[in-house]
């Protein structure tokens, strides 16, 4: 099956720093990538749809200016959580599906964020 | 927003015993598919179904679909204590199948 690499898969990090965490698609191209924030026994919540060579669409109420987000190239889609703060502690995960309509998502291992 | 409802919440079974996890919806949908997630980790796809479809095995798995009530079942037969993790259901919606709308999830714990 298709694989889709998260990395990292774990980070600590201070207040007011930046983090970037990257998802990469081993074995297909995905044109659009799919960003998702879980709190700790909650479901997934999509924050953003991340678009190969253009912006990135956000969900309503989510930062774009906070969670920046960049598609640079057909297999690699980075969220940078920018001046983070301990609210934004979370897991991360990332999905990819191989472009085709009616087809299985393909998702990361995630990132546990937190910020101390 | 959420759209997907599962229940139980919480599902706490003894080995061997078939396990039933139900999802509601409240739109259209071209697909509902299940995933699992072992604590801390990402979604494993378990199964897709159609919705022209009515029911999908897969192994110990099996998967209905009523679009009628918009809701869906998962069965899994004969568990193990590996099954222990939590299900969530996920559906399209008229974005495209690719943005998927996941349910709340249910935990399910199998004691051996």
């Known amino acids: 099956g298709a694989v889709v690499s998260q990395h990292p898969s774990w980070v600590i990090c201070k207040s007011g720093t930046s983090v970037k965490i990257e998802c990469r698609s081993l074995?297909?191209?995905?044109?659009?990538m799919f960003w998702y924030r879980q709190f700790p026994k909650q479901s997934l919540m999509l924050m953003a749809t991340s678009n190969e060579g253009s912006k990135a669409t956000y969900e309503q109420g989510v930062e774009k200016d906070k969670f920046l987000i960049n598609h640079a190239s057909l297999t690699l889609s980075t969220l940078t959580v920018t001046s983070a703060h301990p609210e934004d502690s979370s897991f991360y995960i990332c999905?990819?599906?191989?472009?085709?309509?009616?087809?299985?998502?393909?998702f990361g291992q995630g990132t546990r964020l937190t910020v101390v | 927003s959420q759209q997907g409802e599962e229940d139980p919440q919480a599902l706490s079974i003894q080995e061997g015993e078939n396990a039933t996890m139900n999802c509601s919806y409240k739109t259209s949908i071209n697909n509902l598919q299940w995933y699992r997630q072992n604590s801390g980790r990402g979604l494993v796809h378990l199964i897709l179904i159609r919705s022209n479809e009515r029911e999908k095995h897969s192994g110990r798995l099996r998967v209905t679909l009523d679009t009628s009530k918009k809701s869906s079942s998962l069965l899994i037969t004969a568990s193990r204590a590996a099954d222990t993790a939590s299900y969530f259901c996920?559906?399209?919606?008229?974005?495209?199948?690719?943005?998927?709308?996941f349910g709340q999830g249910t935990r399910l714990t199998i004691n051996p």
């Open positions: 074995d297909f191209q995905a044109t659009t």
């Open positions: 996920a559906t399209d919606g008229s974005q495209g199948a690719q943005k998927l709308v």
């Open positions: 999905s990819a599906s191989r472009g085709v309509m009616n087809t299985e998502a393909f």
